[in-house]
């Protein structure tokens, strides 16, 4: 695990978040809130969850933990508008904090869990545990697009790194 690594993964998180939203935006009325078979139960709703847990790891790095999240099926932003606005905001801080000295990536990160455990795991793999929960995550996303007439977008990091 590299710093640049951590930097071209912040970025491509934005690149495919960006894309991904894009798509969403043209869902018709109220498709992207209505029930859908997945775990978090509709596109809003995981979006949403996406961005909690961006929320929650960046609090974590940064040791800012003031973001008010109460649970990980939390409706931050039921309106989409305000939602991609809120997706804008975290992708410019995460690719910003990235830029950054990261520190020792080797190093234990001790923190506690959403569900109040304490845990530790090395710091570099933690940091990239959040770009692969938010890429599971919009996979889903991308699942439930595929059940629309909106296509959904190619979101693989080669796509981006061809950009």
């Known amino acids: 695990?590299?710093?640049?690594?951590?930097?071209?993964?912040?970025?491509?998180?934005?690149?495919?978040?960006?894309?991904?939203?894009?798509?969403?935006?043209?869902?018709?009325?109220?498709?992207?809130?209505?029930?859908?078979?997945?775990?978090?139960?509709?596109?809003?709703?995981?979006?949403?969850?996406?961005?909690?847990?961006?929320?929650?790891?960046?609090?974590?790095?940064?040791?800012?933990e003031s973001h008010g999240i109460k649970g990980l099926d939390?409706?931050?932003?039921?309106?989409?508008g305000r939602l991609v606005q809120a997706r804008q905001d975290m992708d410019a801080r995460i690719v910003t904090f990235f830029e950054a000295p990261l520190g020792d990536l080797e190093a234990v990160f001790a923190y506690r869990t959403a569900a109040g455990q304490d845990t530790a795991?090395?710091?570099?793999?933690?940091?990239?545990?959040?770009?692969?929960?938010?890429?599971?995550h919009r996979g889903q996303v991308h699942d439930m697009l595929s059940a629309t007439d909106v296509p959904p977008p190619a979101l693989d990091l080669v796509y981006f790194l061809r950009e």
């Open 74 to 80: 939390q409706i931050l932003h039921a309106d989409f």
């Open 121 to 136: 795991t090395p710091r570099g793999l933690t940091m990239l545990h959040m770009f692969n929960h938010a890429t599971h």
């Open 1 to 64: 695990m590299t710093p640049a690594t951590l930097r071209t993964l912040a970025r491509y998180n934005a690149w495919a978040n960006q894309r991904l939203y894009e798509a969403c935006s043209r869902l018709p009325g109220e498709a992207i809130s209505c029930p859908r078979p997945s775990f978090f139960g509709s596109i809003l709703a995981t979006l949403n969850h996406v961005l909690i847990g961006d929320m929650l790891w960046m609090g974590r790095f940064t040791g800012d």
